[in-house]
């Protein structure tokens, strides 16, 4: 079963709208969660690192005021689109890890912005 | 500059027989590499990895192989399966839990 349930899997909302999508590990705490967008036919692009209790660290180019993380417990994750424009419409999906294990990927979240 | 290549966007090999995925690199201070399986609408699934200083490293039917010198990887199915049919991604890191950069994948059809 999943280790990690992201939420929603999809959204469509107008252009303007602030959206929030989750990132919960489920079967262990997670000391760092990413969060990575993806084209289509391109690659996962990695945006941040969400470490629990500390900022997040943005990738070149992404816009930090632009794309919220919150990391408020080992279990948690979420990744505000702020004033969401067509152009952020994009797969995002969040992945976690502990330790020294390779990281457990969310299902993604379809992001439509009209 | 694109650190992790996978040159062939799309791959058909019939049932039982062997598949090839490759994957090259350009970052020679990657120390782990790692092959995920995704299936539409599906989140990546982890599949196997390697340490850079191993060159090999076997799990049941799938085998990675590396060449450091060459900055290359690949992925052996053997035999395939309809089920491996997938997008398979060759990603790098600098250890086994931390960030990685990913290829664009590779879309492996098996047919039976």
């Known amino acids: 079963g999943a280790v990690v349930s992201q939420h929603p899997s999809r959204v469509i909302c107008k252009s303007g709208t602030s959206v929030k999508i989750e990132c919960r590990s489920l079967?262990?705490?997670?000391?760092?969660m990413f969060w990575y967008r993806q084209f289509p036919k391109q690659s996962l692009m990695l945006m941040a690192t969400?470490?629990?209790?500390?900022?997040?660290?943005?990738e070149q180019g992404v816009e930090k005021d632009k794309f919220l993380i919150n990391h408020a417990s080992l279990t948690l994750s979420t990744l505000t689109v702020t004033s969401a424009h067509p152009e952020d419409s994009s797969f995002y999906i969040c992945?976690?890890?502990?330790?020294?294990?390779?990281?457990?990927f969310g299902d993604g979240t379809r992001l439509s912005i009209l | 500059d694109q650190q992790v290549k996978q040159n062939s966007p799309s791959l058909s090999v019939q049932e039982g027989r062997i598949s090839i995925l490759n994957c090259d690199y350009t970052?020679?201070?990657?120390?782990?590499f790692l092959w995920y399986k995704k299936y539409p609408a599906e989140g990546p699934t982890f599949l196997i990895s390697?340490?850079?200083?191993?060159d090999k490293n076997e799990d049941g039917r799938f085998t990675v192989f590396l060449n450091k010198s060459a900055k290359h990887l690949s992925l052996h199915i053997v035999p395939s399966q309809p089920g491996d049919s997938a997008v398979y991604f060759c990603?790098?890191?600098?250890?086994?839990?931390?960030?990685?950069?990913f290829g664009d994948g590779t879309t492996l059809t098996v047919k039976p």
């Open positions: 390697i340490s850079s200083i191993k």
């Open positions: 990603a790098a890191s600098y250890s086994n839990a931390g960030k990685s950069t």
């Open positions: 079967d262990f705490q997670a000391t760092t």
């Open positions: 992945s976690a890890s502990r330790g020294d294990q390779p990281q457990h």
């Open positions: 970052n020679s201070m990657f120390d782990y």
């Open positions: 969400s470490n629990e209790g500390s900022k997040a660290t943005y």
